[in-house]
């Protein structure tokens, strides 16, 4: 795109805090925005060719929505921990294979977006995200669900089809998912969970009130087989009126 076009939206953006550039095939992050870093509250790139996001994302102090949805980046720089006021990250359908570290510092973190990247291992540190309300990690390689899982803070985690490359779904799902302690929503649809991997647990002891296991490795309807299976209804049932 053109230069007066670019110029035009930065002039657009340092009156609004926003910054949307999306499908106009940017094969990198707009070293321009550095001139806007005490401005602009949300960024938005998606569709776009990028490969590398910059150390320099750090700079954005005042950012509070990046979204860089359908590029090229595989990975995350660590300077992305210096964003404290970050609340959305956004990143669905890229090539990210792991997450820094230091992702686990942007505290005011409520939503971050991870579907349809080659995620192998489920992340570790996002324990310290206690404000996390969404973790969508869904349609990447992850197979095992371990123990930490129990340290996230999240609402609701998203783990259907990991499955993108064949044979290399889910199969593990820790007890401790049960300890989350604001977990409502777990999603693990089309995945290769047989019944005698769903820890029972999450039925009997946990907050979990959608439980979504469509596509696996046994009917939904035998899950009434397992202990707990009444307490979970109870708390189905109870939301479904809550939201009626």
Excluded: W
């Amino acid at each position: 795109m053109g230069n007066s076009a670019l110029k035009s939206h930065l002039e657009t953006s340092q009156k609004t805090g926003v910054f949307q550039l999306t499908a106009k095939g940017l094969q990198e992050f707009p070293e321009e925005l550095q001139r806007l870093t005490g401005n602009l509250r949300t960024v938005d790139l998606s569709g776009n060719k990028i490969e590398v996001l910059p150390a320099a994302v750090g700079n954005f102090l005042q950012l509070k929505s990046l979204t860089l949805n359908s590029n090229r980046l595989n990975c995350i720089p660590p300077e992305i921990s210096k964003l404290k006021k970050l609340e959305t990250l956004s990143l669905n359908g890229n090539q990210i294979q792991q997450l820094p570290p230091t992702l686990g510092q942007l505290k005011a973190l409520r939503t971050l977006n991870l579907s349809g990247n080659q995620i192998s291992e489920f992340p570790a540190g996002l324990g310290t995200l206690r404000h996390l309300d969404l973790l969508d990690l869904s349609r990447n390689q992850i197979r095992i669900v371990p123990a930490e899982v129990s340290e996230l803070q999240a609402i609701e985690i998203n783990l259907n089809q990991n499955q993108t490359v064949p044979l290399l779904q889910i199969s593990v799902l820790s007890a401790e998912v049960s300890r989350c302690p604001r977990l409502k929503v777990l999603r693990l649809e089309e995945n290769c969970l047989e019944l005698s991997s769903i820890p029972q647990s999450v039925l009997k002891d946990s907050q979990v009130s959608l439980f979504s296991l469509e596509g696996n490795l046994f009917e939904v309807k035998n899950l009434r087989d397992l202990e707990g299976y009444d307490k979970y209804m109870e708390r189905f049932t109870a939301t479904k009126k809550k939201f009626a």
